[in-house]
């Protein structure tokens, strides 16, 4: 194999570092779930994939609600994403995590 196939090779099977990170989660406004992000999509993102589950978790710990439906101002389905919306797994699990899961009716 000649080394420009070699690098082709390489180039298609090799794991590209996402350029940043984002939580994205859910949230109750005007009676309607929205889906939002933080950083927002405008802002620069996380350079950490920790960094943005620790923020994630924080994030969670700090809406959360006992009561079964999403209160005003309680975040849910909160998890990690890299800069192509894909989510990302938890760091410390090596897993697929939301955080303060909840399903939604349609």
Do not use: C, H
């Not at 009561?67 to 699990?93: H, Q, R």
């Amino acid at each position: 194999m000649k080394i420009s196939e070699g690098l082709e090779v390489i180039k298609k099977g090799w794991i590209v570092k996402p350029k940043g990170f984002r939580v994205k989660y859910q949230k109750r406004v005007d009676s309607e779930l929205i889906t939002e992000y933080s950083p927002a999509l405008e802002d620069k993102p996380l350079d950490s994939d920790v960094a943005a589950w620790r923020y994630a978790w924080k994030l969670y710990i700090a809406t959360r609600s006992d009561s079964p439906e999403i209160s005003d101002g309680e975040l849910v389905n909160i998890f990690v994403v890299d800069d192509s919306d894909n989510p990302v797994k938890y760091y410390a699990t090596n897993q697929l995590e939301v955080f303060n899961p909840r399903e939604i009716d349609v």
